[in-house]
């Protein structure tokens, strides 16, 4: 029987993703790793990636760290090391900010449509349509929106990286019959 995740699971951790977190899938146990982002565990170039990878660790940085994040810059070395584990779609990979754009095009009223579209252009775009949502009442619409076009990007990751998923109760989303590696 080959491994099953579900996309439900899947779709929450990538909601986790940011430049502080990244997240992992175990292809082999569906277990999910929540760490850091290699950057903020000092992970910042091929170098560094090249003296994890050899098990090359400064012994005397690594023991002035806090207890906490010694064991996720260990984590993050075996995750390295394995083929067991695969990153989730990244931001840069989610596309948040297409997400509110599109949300926002999907709008009937066209003031409140135009009026959003407007407030997604240049610096602070983030903080302005979460106002914006809050105002117009429409967060249980942009939360749904939102998780929809997560589970698709979820159900792309998963077939391209071959990985069986449980579909979403009551989602339009197709399943992958691939078998995990």
Excluded at 47 to 61: K, L, T, V
Excluded at 129 to 150: P, T, V
Excluded at 158 to 180: G, H, K, M, R, T
Aim: net charge negative; charged share 35%.
């Amino acid at each position: 029987m080959s491994l099953r995740v579900k996309l439900a699971d899947v779709v929450e951790h990538m909601s986790l993703m940011s430049d502080e977190i990244a997240v992992y899938l175990n292809k082999r146990t569906g277990e999910f790793l929540v760490l850091p982002s290699d950057e903020n565990l000092g992970l910042e170039d091929e170098d560094d990636y090249a003296e994890a990878e050899r098990g090359e660790i400064d012994n005397d940085w690594l023991g002035e760290q806090d207890e906490e994040y010694q064991e996720q810059y260990k984590l993050r070395r075996e995750i390295m090391k394995s083929r067991d584990y695969i990153l989730l779609p990244d931001r840069f990979e989610i596309h948040e900010w297409q997400i509110m754009d599109d949300f926002c095009r999907t709008q009937k009223d066209p003031r409140v449509k135009d009026e959003m579209l407007a407030l997604i252009r240049g610096r602070g775009a983030f903080g302005r349509f979460h106002s914006a949502i809050q105002g117009f009442e429409l967060e249980s619409l942009w939360y749904e929106f939102r998780e929809a076009a997560l589970s698709e990007i979820a159900v792309e990751w998963l077939d391209a990286n071959q990985i069986e998923f449980v579909p979403l109760a009551n989602a339009a989303v197709s399943n992958s019959s691939i078998e995990a590696n």
